[in-house]
């Protein structure tokens, strides 16, 4: 696992765009770096890291669910018109897939487009769907174990693996806080706050950006 | 299948471009959820959830249904060239094929662009033709029993399939209602109700919708 | 084969667009349902029913040869710049190859675009050439036979397979009337009817599509 | 092979676009028919008839030799930016490949874009390189042995098959005139004639296509 | 490996756009040459040298740094849309992959764009990752033994691999200066030096590149 | 090989855009024909040949080190956006691969632009890299021995193949020149003789072409 090379600073997030999954192989837990950025381009969406087919249908559906919501966030979806967005999953030679780093992507997108950084400590799993309900997925045991071994202070799971929760080694739950989340907008809330979530909003009206894109 | 995974609300439908189809694997029959959602964008059409080529061909043509009846929808068509639609089958993680879910393919995408949610507690099975013709399917003994354990009220089935009535279980049949649709329109009245769907579709005429492309 | 399904009212064709094929496989001949629509769309041209390779060309011919001879029938080629086709042949599920439905395809074609509904009853069989020639076919006897039991009436056959007329059970023989076609233009009088071709041909002039390309 | 069902008049070509080829199987030789149409467009090239990549190849390479001939022609290649060109050898399921198809391609698509059809009874074999040069194919005795039972009266050969005409059945030999051609010019004075070749260059210069072109 | 054919005057580079990567294979280290070339364009971005998937996503995520860095570079983006660029990785005929030579990737990149040759005699490795982040990379033993061995004097490699000097042979320690890099700025400091890095940046201000793309 | 089929008049070259490489396969050395051409266009570039992967990437290099010369040759590559080019390596049947090829395609693409044919009785090998360098090749023994049959009288070798003049044939050594190229300015003087050169270029400046695509 990546997880090895992982140095102290490493999950002290700064910059918009990244944030934590948890991923499950068949050689036990493993914390992913989702990092996602962008610059002025044609409207590309690149995405590389190995994924594979179920994976990228993943994000595809992250980026959807931001996209439906972008009115929520007084987003202007031209920005996507004027710069591409690039994401990649390291490292890069380890092919990834499966559904359940979702809401991770979404947070990413999220992160990035609002230009506001997660709050540093937390990882999450679960599938999205497109209605942004959050979908149960497999090997929290495991995956928790990870997260608590990398420094991960809060972790977020589904609403529906909330029974599985018994199944966390006693010395992990210690070392961790869970959320649960039903939905999209219970994960914003717990990854990013609800005072700085709406104040990137805020920041987002009048936006420097928009400028831009009128320009053109 | 998904359906384990199911609460008591998620098959309250709320949102425009849901539907619940039914599909039947070598392990029984299953509810699906087909989730439609749209954004602005560049007249793009995504497709996700590991749909294999014939259940492709099958969204292909219930979006062609859609759109040759969408004079008879007062539907703008214009409006498909500046937001994008995505369709999406989840449980990510799981392969799904055949044209049987090719009715509620087409009323997710009528939910969605006519703006009306579909009644709850309905789920649907039948092939659709470019003409809008319903062909029949089958498993319907299965995807019945699995609409019933969802806590599915209601069942549109092919008029073709009347004669698989007397397979379904007694304690099904009593758990449900069963109505046959012959062609997309029998399916419309059902999914939505006459009366919805006739105010909806008097919504469209002075859409807002409308004001935007044209400003483009 | 999908004929166990057809009710009598399937092979009565009121809309523009259908024509009935003749296909054979080893498990002996088959009515096909070739549907063709339009609406306003950038020109696509979609193909769907698990066509092979074989039969896609066919309908690329078909589709050619209708463009090539668009002059004659005075269509404004314009017209296929601003609409999309969509092309399908039921039942979506079952793989169909080979150049035999190559005159259907076009009939479908031709039907849709001069919005003239085949006369009812009729189904045909021939490969179909880039210059409009019909080529011979095989199975002549499985598909006359599945066509009488489909409830046709009138079958349209290759001229290069007069010859195989003997072959033909006399019992389908009494309930079938047979036409050879050497080229198209044969084609169109039997599924038509020169005097119905003719009026669809002369409304075609001043035609409200061209308005509205005009428009654009 | 094709020619079992070919009838005497089919060898007579009265329409521009269209070329004989000879091919040579493992069953024998046979007789192609190249047939090439346009219509107007956005300057696609279709091609079609179950061929194998190094047919493809040739008729690409043919296409662009007329192109690079084109000024030699006094045609104005601004005509192929809104005209579709389509190409096909039937019969359809019959999947070809070669190069030495190459000088029946270049004449079909000179024939058709000079509005020019070939003289009739005429059949070649050449692969076709860029500069124009014919090299040298394989099956000359099979080839010809096709031809001649087809009826056709002249064959066009490469001239470095010139050492293969002893090979030929003398029955053969005296049914066929054959010429040989070192590049495509040979070819083209012997399938038009020079005279007719002229005369149609020279219609070419004042032409309403380009006034159509210019229209737009 | 192609260092066998190097000759002394090859790794002294004076050329913008190129930039020495360490490879490592089954049969021992290799010093990979990256070439990246620019010319008045599209925007497409070309990249040759046989490189396998893994490769190719490094290639797409150093562009990418480089991008969401370009403000800092007063680089204007606009450039790359007047202009392609080809990057390929010779020899031509040897596969290659892995994510190892990402720095060097970027570095070739940052070199090109910024009209800047790196440093003479200094090789890489190292992962790079969106963020910017160096991520270590296996094989230092062998690398550091094939630079030497091709007269290159400094060597940069990921901080996270400094425990890994330990391993490498005294003979190779003697001959190279090791530098370590945890981000790309670290590498582009040994790289090309602060200084020469800050004037180049500055000849970029009022470059006659934006010149020429605002002309268009 | 090809030239048991070269008559004597086919290696003096005549037209611009052709160059004469040396391949080395299982059964020996061959002289292969690189053809280029061009007509107007909308910059399309064609690649035929039956060509592998490594050949076509090894076009693509040598298209992009002329594009990245060309305002060394006064070329305007505006040019390239309004024609197209193809380059075509018969026999169109025989697959080809390989790097060796690269300094012929440069020179070929280079005589087509330049519009200055090659000197005659030339023919060359040597891998190109993006950087214009010319790496050593494999064969030389066979390649030389095949070019020497041919009629060839010059051949170019790459620099650091000097060291296998030793192991050429003595009648082959007796009957051909050779060259040695360092990079791609070795091979233009070689193949073009520096005042033919110049006086090309020369001509390139006020060029009519530039005046086609003003007009555009
Ligand atoms: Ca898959
Ligand atoms: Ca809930
Ligand atoms: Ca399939
Ligand atoms: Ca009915
Ligand atoms: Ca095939
Ligand atoms: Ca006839
Ligand atoms: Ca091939
Ligand atoms: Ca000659
Ligand atoms: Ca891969
Ligand atoms: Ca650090
Ligand atoms: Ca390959
Ligand atoms: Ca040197």
Chains 1, 2, 3, 4, 5, 6 share one sequence.
């Not at 944030?19 to 770096?33: P, R, S």
């Amino acid at each position: 696992g990546i997880e090895k090379f992982m140095r102290e600073d490493d999950i002290k997030i700064t910059t918009p765009g990244v944030a934590l999954g948890l991923a499950y192989t068949t050689v036990g837990g493993e914390v992913l770096f989702i990092e996602a950025t962008q610059y002025p381009g044609k409207g590309d969406f690149k995405l590389t890291g190995q994924l594979g087919d179920v994976m990228k249908e993943s994000v595809s559906a992250a980026l959807s669910v931001f996209k439906s919501k972008a009115a929520d966030f007084d987003f202007d979806l031209e920005h996507l018109n004027n710069h591409d967005i690039h994401l990649h999953v390291p490292a890069g030679a380890i092919p990834k897939d499966g559904p359940s780093a979702g809401i991770a992507m979404f947070t990413a997108i999220t992160s990035l487009l609002l230009n506001l950084p997660m709050k540093s400590g937390i990882a999450m799993t679960g599938e999205i769907t497109l209605r942004g309900k959050v979908l149960p997925i497999g090997g929290v045991k495991e995956k928790t174990l990870a997260a608590a071994r990398a420094g991960i202070k809060t972790v977020i799971l589904p609403e529906d693996n909330r029974r599985d929760l018994e199944d966390i080694d006693p010395q992990v739950q210690k070392k961790l806080t869970f959320h649960f989340a039903a939905d999209v907008s219970d994960v914003l809330t717990i990854a990013f706050g609800q005072p700085r979530l709406k104040a990137a909003i805020k920041k987002l009206k009048p936006h420097p950006r928009k400028a831009t894109s009128e320009k053109k």
